[in-house]
């Protein structure tokens, strides 16, 4: 089970820097959720949520998604009742105006993305800093094998329906797949008093090759509007949309 909150905030920020908000909501999930399992999550490969802030209207929107089932009822269901997020450590309150849920079985994700026929032409957006780790650097312009590769290793983690990373489908995306235009600038992500080299904007692919890697790409792209994209999602980073 895919589950998204889009939870409207009321309170004072700085819009300059509101990436610093994602670790501090994070630190309001791990006060707010059972003991036990926040131990689980700490020793887990699997990272079973993602979550980042964005302005809308000078509005501020948290979006808290989890990857199944457990972390639904464990984490998602929890906080959707709140009607104070509490940030013990900035002294700061914020009043939840409204809460938006939608969720998804990873069975109707495959049928509605993989089993139907998708689009060639997708625009990704990156909402909040965005950036990758690789050969131990930080990777700060995307490419085609560090999205699906970071997408594919995420869905294979959480899902329990299928496995979908290979090394023959990696090099086929990256043989078929193209970026066609972008609209990026470079930033950082403020994390505990240092900065994460980063992207953010919006970039569009075209998916050539067979129908069925343009409708594993639609499904991928879909289940990482859920997971987040690259490195540190659970803290704010990586956040996407696409059309």
Excluded at 43 to 57: C, G
Excluded at 142 to 165: C, G, N, Y
Aim: glycine share 6%.
């Amino acid at each position: 089970m895919l589950s998204s909150l889009r939870i409207e905030l009321e309170g004072e920020f700085d819009k300059s820097r509101n990436d610093l908000l994602g670790s501090l909501f994070q630190g309001f999930i791990m006060e707010n959720i059972d003991v036990e399992y926040v131990e689980e999550l700490h020793v887990s490969t699997l990272h079973p949520y993602s979550q980042y802030i964005t302005l809308n209207n000078n509005k501020l929107i948290w979006t808290l998604n989890t990857l199944n089932a457990e972390a639904k009822e464990k984490i998602a269901d929890i906080l959707k009742n709140k009607k104070i997020i509490d940030i013990k450590h900035k002294d700061r309150e914020y009043k939840v105006s409204s809460v938006t849920e939608k969720n998804i079985s990873y069975k109707d994700l495959v049928k509605e993305c993989y089993l139907k026929d998708g689009q060639r032409r997708l625009k990704i957006t990156f909402l909040t800093p965005t950036s990758f780790k690789q050969d131990g650097k930080y990777a700060i312009f995307p490419s085609v094998r560090l999205i699906f590769q970071s997408l594919m290793m995420k869905f294979d983690k959480a899902s329990t329906q299928m496995e979908v990373f290979g090394k023959d489908i990696l090099e086929t995306f990256e043989k078929h797949v193209e970026i066609s235009m972008y609209k990026l600038r470079s930033t950082s992500f403020h994390l505990d008093g240092t900065k994460v080299p980063a992207f953010i904007g919006d970039i569009t692919i075209v998916v050539k090759g067979p129908v069925q890697l343009v409708n594993l790409a639609n499904m991928l792209l879909t289940f990482g509007t859920y997971s987040g994209v690259g490195i540190k999602t659970g803290i704010g980073m990586g956040g996407i949309a696409f059309e």
